[in-house]
């Protein structure tokens, strides 16, 4: 800490290239320090974080205040921190190493090849089959990938490999098949594999009245590029997961939009661009 202070206050004596650098060094590392405290905030990874400040804190007063013992037995503990904060945070460190290495943010960059596109029938598909499971209050949990692998999951459930179909879909989550607890796993225009387990979000920031199939949603997506959709089984809500965040969808229009704007990139209709219509002159014939 003392470092830190002492770099701070010789940035007045140094050159101005020199001060210049020391200032880009110290803001990419508040940058880097604010984007993990907001992936933290709101899991258990923020409780931590907490305690670690009340931990520095009582090992900067314990010395002052004449605390040997309790100051010498932090000191100590604080020598392992490096290793213990790996240890802690692993979860964490994964999901942003996840995160950093997603192909839809370096695609631009490295050329890499398109993900697979759905159709606009799939899509329909789609809609219908969610539509009909949220009338009838089935619960539903279904993931379409985008630029991210899902194969390990698929590899947990049962392979299908069948084309998106609303009949298909709408059978596979009611009661009585047996496939119906778990996720259907989607590329592009194919059904890959149902009854599929997923990671739970340990988020705080989820609502407390939603239960499991909410929570894998939202854990399937704060790791890997896809879409989650999930309906509730108790109110027929229909929500949207993406980037571990949850959208509640309202209306059939609102859903098929969505849909088609994050799996065919096609933008809704109030932000396409306008058409400029222009009127057409009328022909003249000449005759000779």
């Known amino acids: 800490m003392q470092d830190f202070i002492s770099g701070i206050t010789n940035l007045r004596l140094m050159s101005r290239e020199d001060a210049a650098i020391s200032a880009v060094d110290i803001l990419i590392v508040a940058f880097l320090l604010y984007r993990l405290l907001m992936l933290v905030r709101g899991t258990r990874a923020w409780r931590i974080i907490i305690g670690l400040l009340i931990f520095f804190f009582v090992l900067l007063i314990s010395e002052p205040l004449k605390l040997h013992t309790l100051h010498w037995l932090l000191v100590q503990a604080s020598q392992l921190g490096a290793v213990a904060l790996a240890v802690i945070f692993l979860p964490e460190l994964r999901q942003v190493a996840e995160g950093v290495g997603k192909l839809d943010r370096w695609t631009p960059l490295i050329g890499a090849g398109e993900r697979p596109r759905s159709q606009a029938r799939t899509v329909e598909e789609l809609v219908a089959a969610i539509s009909e499971l949220s009338s009838n209050r089935v619960g ?82 704060e790791g890997q590029d896809c879409l989650s959709v999930v309906v509730s089984e108790e109110r027929g809500t229909i929500r949207v997961a993406r980037e571990g965040k949850l959208r509640i969808i309202e209306t059939t229009v609102e859903l098929r939009e969505l849909l088609n704007s994050e799996l065919r990139d096609d933008k809704p209709a109030d932000e396409r661009p306008k058409r400029v219509h222009r009127e057409r002159k009328p022909r003249v014939e000449v005759r000779s």
């Open 140 to 221: 539903a949990l279904i993931v379409i990938e985008r630029t991210s692998s899902l194969a390990e999951i698929v590899a947990n459930g049962v392979e299908l490999n069948a084309k998106v179909s609303a009949p298909l879909l709408v059978s596979i989550f009611y009661d009585q098949n047996p496939l119906h607890d778990g996720a259907v796993i989607i590329q592009g225009d194919m059904v890959l594999a149902a009854a599929c387990r997923l990671p739970l979000s340990e988020s705080s920031r989820i609502d407390s009245t939603l239960h499991m199939r909410h929570r894998a949603a939202v854990g399937m997506t």
